[in-house]
């Protein structure tokens, strides 16, 4: 194995999280770095006393090392092949892979598939990958060469859609081969259009689909809103379960065509289904109606931990908003994508929210993310969404 990459080593007593298998390096505990390596190069981190403990890329930032391997590699294509093919299994084996009916899943979720700063969507034949790692970003082509060959999975496009998670003006979105304008997926037999190019994230919240799944459980014949609505998702599931009325919010003029685009490809036309938008507190002062059911799937509110009581603030607030809005023995659907904020966080920021309104709840679920969006064991910062399905009285 080689032993002439550029070689950090940390301080004394800082080697604890890496001998606990955790995946990031942070800048406070590096001692020296040696061999000059570039953004996104492979490093090996070794110990106070000089003892390899992983392999990495650095980059500038807090985390200065993002780890691929607990032994030593040149990082060639049949390693990342192996992690890739590892990912594909696990989506194999969880139904995601020839699934006429779901042909939308996450291939590769980051420290979740041991590819930490990757994120890899598959949308029936196009794949979008979106780097947040300079290191995974260099080898965007290769990955993309990988994904392209892989045996059981048709894949006829990939794209790279990391120009605005890495902030860089050297990287723009473009496909690595093929070409796709929109393409249209299948999630539990019902149909979407993906605009993978201007939507947000990758195009959509796949990270939703159970939790769309379950509002279908308690929808018909009611009303529902679907707030920080996108391109419909919820809306859709909430009209092909029988809700009588389903209102779908979202600021963007963009994400609210398409929405109506996606309630009429599944053939959801007419008053029944309403569409607003304006921003979700705007929607919420100006609107006299009561609502049966809510979803609220907010963006994240805090991306880094000095945001996290501004976004507690937020939380607090669009839910308090939301419930004051709910018939008696409604439901809130309420979510939350940011990292930094805990479930306990969030679950705080509901109750007081609650307790502001005067309405005594009750909890039916606690939400986190699906089986193709994994958590590494060894690290939790990797469960990042969290929701609770409340009924107030």
């Given at each position: 194995m080689p032993n002439d990459l550029p070689k950090v080593t940390l301080k004394s007593g800082r080697e604890r999280a890496l001998r606990r298998y955790h995946l990031w390096v942070f800048s406070g505990a590096i001692q020296a770095i040696s061999g000059k390596?570039?953004?996104?190069?492979?490093?090996?981190?070794?110990?106070?006393?000089?003892?390899?403990?992983?392999?990495?890329?650095?980059?500038?930032?807090?985390?200065?090392?993002?780890?691929?391997?607990?032994?030593?590699?040149?990082?060639?294509?049949d390693f990342w092949r192996r992690k890739i093919e590892q990912a594909l299994a696990v989506r194999k084996t969880i139904g995601f892979v020839d699934n006429p009916k779901t042909n939308i899943f996450r291939l590769i979720h980051g420290e979740g598939?041991?590819?930490?700063?990757?994120?890899?969507?598959?949308?029936?034949?196009?794949?979008?990958?979106?780097?947040?790692?300079?290191g995974m970003w260099r080898r965007r082509q290769l990955f993309a060469d990988?994904?392209?060959?892989?045996?059981?999975?048709?894949?006829?496009?990939?794209?790279?859609?990391?120009e605005n998670t890495l902030n860089s003006a050297s990287q723009q979105d473009g496909f690595l081969f093929g070409n796709a304008q929109t393409v249209e997926v299948a999630e539990h037999g019902h149909r979407f259009i993906i605009d993978f190019r201007e939507g947000q994230k990758t195009g959509f919240f796949i990270d939703q689909r159970e939790n769309r799944w379950l509002l279908g459980n308690y929808v018909q014949g009611k009303k529902v809103a679907n707030v920080f609505g996108y391109t419909g998702g919820f809306s859709v599931y909430a009209a092909a379960a029988g809700a009588s009325q389903a209102a779908t919010v979202d600021a963007s003029a963009k994400a609210i065509e398409l929405a109506r685009q996606?309630?009429?490809?599944?053939?959801?036309?007419?008053?029944?289904?309403?569409?607003f938008t304006m921003d979700a507190f705007a929607f919420f002062q100006q609107q006299?109606?009561?609502?049966?059911v809510i979803v609220l799937d907010p963006p994240a509110f805090a991306k880094h931990r000095d945001a996290l009581p501004k976004a507690l603030k937020a939380y607090r607030r669009i839910n308090e908003a939301a419930i004051a809005a709910i018939e008696p023995g409604g439901l809130l659907f309420t979510f939350s994508c940011s990292q930094v904020v805990t479930p306990e966080d969030f679950r705080t920021a509901v109750f007081m929210a609650a307790?502001?309104?005067?309405?005594?709840?009750?909890?039916?679920?606690?939400?986190?993310?699906?089986?193709?969006?994994?958590?590494?064991?060894y690290h939790p910062e990797g469960e990042y969404l969290k929701g609770l399905v409340l009924q107030f009285a």
């Open positions: 390596p570039d953004e996104g190069d492979l490093v090996e981190v070794f110990s106070a006393s000089g003892e390899y403990l992983a392999t990495g890329h650095i980059q500038s930032g807090s985390i200065m090392v993002r780890i691929v391997s607990f032994e030593r590699t040149d990082g060639g294509e598939d041991g590819m930490p700063g990757l994120i890899v969507d598959y949308y029936n034949g196009v794949v979008v990958l979106q780097a947040h790692d300079t990988i994904l392209g060959s892989l045996s059981g999975l048709k894949v006829h496009a990939v794209y790279d859609k990391s996606n309630m009429s490809l599944n053939g959801f036309d007419g008053e029944a289904h309403q569409y006299q109606q009561m609502y049966d307790l502001a309104n005067g309405r005594s709840c009750r909890i039916l679920h606690r939400i986190t993310q699906p089986p193709d969006h994994p958590i590494n064991m």
